[in-house]
Structure formats: structure tokens, C-alpha cells
């Protein structure tokens, strides 16, 4: 397992293929067997966070980081703010929210 | 509200298109000849055959029909006994110890249809005709989440006064409501409301969607297309048997990933629905990868102005709901299963214990029903049976106020829960058909019962329920820190206990 703090985030992004899902999913993968950092991807209306693209078995992660009324992220409440913030640029771009 | 006049609002509701895309080679999910084989190939399973389908249950895998087949035709009664505490232990598996309680809201009683067997039917002369206004649904709610309840039901019937978007407006009334809790520092609302609606189309569906739909539940009544066509008028919507059957498929399609089915059991054979709830699960998971989220299983019972009831050959006993619930439970493992207040109360304490999730409490059905029973409430200070058979879709059979139900379900040691967590933290859809099966999601199920009971001991518990309930705290939190499952996961815990006392000082509404 990498270090968390070694993330190159960039690097993983560039290495991403095919559509936005299989890119969300794929970089959930990556982050949870490489950096044991969970990440899911939601759907947002009124209440629900509907599950929308990543590892189907995380659950560890409760933090809910909302990207604009209609799109969210699920991920560790334990990372840095740094990766965080890193996370929350790349998910909108992803969800192509820039 | 539909400007169209009945007729022609009732012309322009089925798709024909939305039926044809989910047939296979023309066909629909349900051959009545391969039901029929399936129960008569496993009429005389024997004891082995039937402990290795119950060790399958075990694992969390879905039945086969065949299995399902052999499990419907055993006739020992010992090996029932077996089943029914197998079934339990299936439940607890997936679910942990917690029943989940809402409240049904019927908001309007005009319908199109002309189901022989319903009390709303539109030849039935005698029935009150009403529907809600939103002020007057706002009272309704008033009086359900000054109960303690949060999570509602919402019903209507079908018809163009209560068309898709009264249906969006009824919920937004509903989540709007909150009342001040009679008891702690909290306050009554609906979290989550599922509903019981008639088939829609795609389109109609995605405005459920966007208004953040729980659950959307159609119920098949019955699979057998011949006992369909006999008592749904060829001429009304609901006679389209494939327009109900797909109901849920289009609202996957729309978006809407928690759906839930059910039959009427007494129409027809109760063996032959249970295989149908079944092939309707294995239709949802084959196109979606998703089954429903619970399954419902009423018994026809006296309705207003029909006798179909006092008249049908298929009546289903105490005894014989026990064996379908233990069925489904054993078949669809992952599935929840609704038991209600239809059911009298020392039956559904029975049936509970095999493996039911959910049930409803301070139930009443009729239109406008709850502001009538809290008029009687106040009046008698004390429970009582206030139907109103002109008003209802049917009877109940247990009327008792939330309170004395959660206090009983307290002293049989089982915890009460009114979670919304999962549909708000991304645990929807196929990710918590996985949870379920790896017996994750049940392990937030306790953690979210234990938040959401606290809750309701601080704000609406009778002291005596208080009382019980605070000691079926203690040992539901002693479990918290001896399972397995949760010393491995401590960060889980530590979230947990950061959220319990958060509730314990005052704070509502958090979830895990």
C-alpha cells in the first residue's frame, strides 16, 4: 500500500480511459487498493445521495462533500485538506462541472 | 392537476413502448406453465434437499425458483420450525435486530379503476369520496410526525386529480412539515417518504425522481394473468397486466434505484404469487443488477362495497402467511419485508419473528383519517379504533398508537428504528445490493436504530417506554463494542459515538 501523502493525483488522472464513469470508477479503485482512501461518487436529489459510480463495496467513508446541487462525493474524513481540495477539483472535473 | 377529463386522461396513460423494450422474444417474465412445473418437479423435497437451501439462504444468495418451488411445498412441520428460525437468523444477518416503522398517508380515494376487490373502486358508490388539499395534507402530517414517526408512506389512488404532479406537490407539502417534539429538544418530520403509487410513465417517473423519491412501490396484486383479467375491467388501466408488471423496470430507467413489489394475497394461490414475486425479483436484478427493495405481501380482507373477500376460494391463513414470509425471507435474503397494521397484533408479533423489517404504527388509512383519530385521541385519552369503513381502502386490524407498539417490540428485545441514512449517504442502487449481501449495510442498521431510537426515547416516549427502551440501549450499544465486525472497523465506532452524543445533547437528524 503507497503512501497517502505520495498521491500524485495529476499523474492518476492522466492514466484514466474511456467515459466519465469508468473514469470515476477507475480512479476509485485506484485510490482504495493503492492508497486505501475510499471515494464514491453520487447523484444528488433533494435528500438522496444516490449511489453513481465507484467501488461498490467502500463503506468506511462518511463524509459527504456536496459539488453543486446535483452532484456529490463520498469520501474518508481523515485526509488532509490539501488532497481533499484535490479530490473535490478533479471529481468536478469528472463530472464536468467547471 | 390534469386539465384532461377522465376519459381522455385515462387514453393517454399507458406507452406501449414502455412495456415492449423490457419483453424478451415478446414475452413477459411470468409463464404460468413454468410456475406450475416448477411446484409440481419439487413437490416432495426431502430434508437434506431443504437444509441445503436453507444453508444457501444463509450465505445471502438469492433462491432459484426451484429451490423457492421446494421450500413452498414442505410439509413437515418440524422442518417448518427449522425454516421459521432460520429465517430469523437470515433477517438478522442482513438487517441486524431493528424493525424500521413508518406511517401510511392515503391522500386521496378517487381512482379510475374499478378492481373488484378494493373499497376505492370507481362503481363502489357508497365510498366517501376525497382528496387532500395541501393544507390539509400538512395536517395529516402534522399529526403522524407528532407521533414520533419519520418516514411515511404516501398512497394514492389513481386518477387524474391526483395525477404526477399533485403527487410532486403532496410530497413537497410533506417534507415542509415540522412540529416541535412533545417530550425533548427535538422536532417531527418526514425524512423519507416512499410511495404507493399507480404504473407511470418514464417521463412522469423522473419528476418522482427529482423530487427525491425513497421508495416507489407497485404491487402486482396478483401474477396470475387469468385471476388479473377476472378482477381488473378489461377497459380500465389497471386491466393492462403488462403495464403494472413493468411498472418498476420504467422507474429504474427513470432513475428511481429503490423500488419495491408486492401481491395481494387471497386473489389466487398463494404458492403461485410467492413464485411470482419471486420471478419479478430475478427480472429486476437480470436488467438492472438490482431487486426490489422490499417486498409486501397483504392479505385480501373485507373492503366497503365488494365481496370478493367473503367470496374467494384462495383466502390465505394465519398459518400460511407465516410460511410466505419465511419463504421470501429465506428466497430473497437481501430483500426487506413489510408487515402492517392490516395484520392484528398478536399475529404480526409472530410474524415479525421470522423475519419482517418493517411495519407501520398509529395507522390510520382513511382520507383525512389521522386529523379524525387525533380529535378521538384527545377526546378519550387513550387508543381507539377509529375506521371509517366508507372512507378506507380496507380494515385494519390493529390500530394501536406507535408508542405501545415500540414498547412491546422493546420488551420482546427488538430495537425500533426510524433510519433514513442509506438513500442519504450513497447507499443506493446496486452498491447496497452489495452491502446487503455481504452483510455490511446491517451493520448501519443497528449503528442508525441506536441513533434514531434515542431520538424518539428524549422526544416522544411514554415514560414506561422510556424505561424499557433505555435498557435495550444499553445492550445494543454493548453489542457495538463486542461484535467483531465493529472492533475492526474503529473508525466506524468513533463516528458512531461522536453522533450518539451529539443526539444525547440535543442534536437530531445525524445519521452514519
Known sequence: ?98 | MSDLNVKDWVKQVIKQDEIDKYLVDGKDFIDEETIKQELEHNKKPDKSKIRDIISKSLEIKRLSPSETAALINVKDEELWEEMYEKALEVKKRVYDNRIVFFAPLYLSNLCVNNCSYCGFRTENCNETRKILSMDEIKKETSVVVSEGHKRMIAVWGEHPSSDIDYMVDSMKAIYEVKEKAPNGPGYGSIRRININAAPMKTADLKKLWEVGVGTYQVFQETYHKPTYRKVHPPQTIKGNYQWRLYALHRAMDAGIDDVATGALFGLYDWQFEVMGLLYHAIDLERQFGIGPHTVSFPRLMHAAGSDVAEKSPYLVSDADLKKIITILRLSIPYTGLIITARENASLRRDLIQVGCTQTDASTRIGIGGYNEALKKWKELQEESDTQEEFKQQFVLGDTRRLDAVIKELTEMGIITSFCTAGYRCGRTGDKIMNLLTNCIEGKFCKLNAILTFREYLEDYASPETKKAGVLLLEKEMAEVSKYDWFTKHPEIVKEFHKLYEKISSGKRDLYI
Open chain 1, 1 to 98: 500500500m503507497s503512501n497517502r501523502n505520495d498521491i500524485d493525483l495529476a499523474t492518476i488522472i492522466k492514466s484514466l480511459n474511456g467515459n466519465a464513469i469508468g473514469k470515476m470508477n477507475q480512479l476509485s479503485h485506484i485510490l482504495k487498493t493503492e492508497y486505501d482512501i475510499e471515494l464514491n461518487f453520487c447523484n444528488l436529489v433533494g435528500r438522496r445521495w444516490s449511489y453513481f459510480a465507484g467501488e461498490k463495496d467502500l463503506f468506511r467513508a462518511t463524509k459527504r462533500i456536496k459539488l453543486n446541487n446535483s452532484f456529490g462525493i463520498i469520501t474518508d474524513s481523515f485526509l488532509v485538506p490539501e488532497l481533499e481540495e484535490e479530490l473535490i477539483t478533479l471529481s468536478k472535473q469528472l463530472f464536468d462541472l467547471n
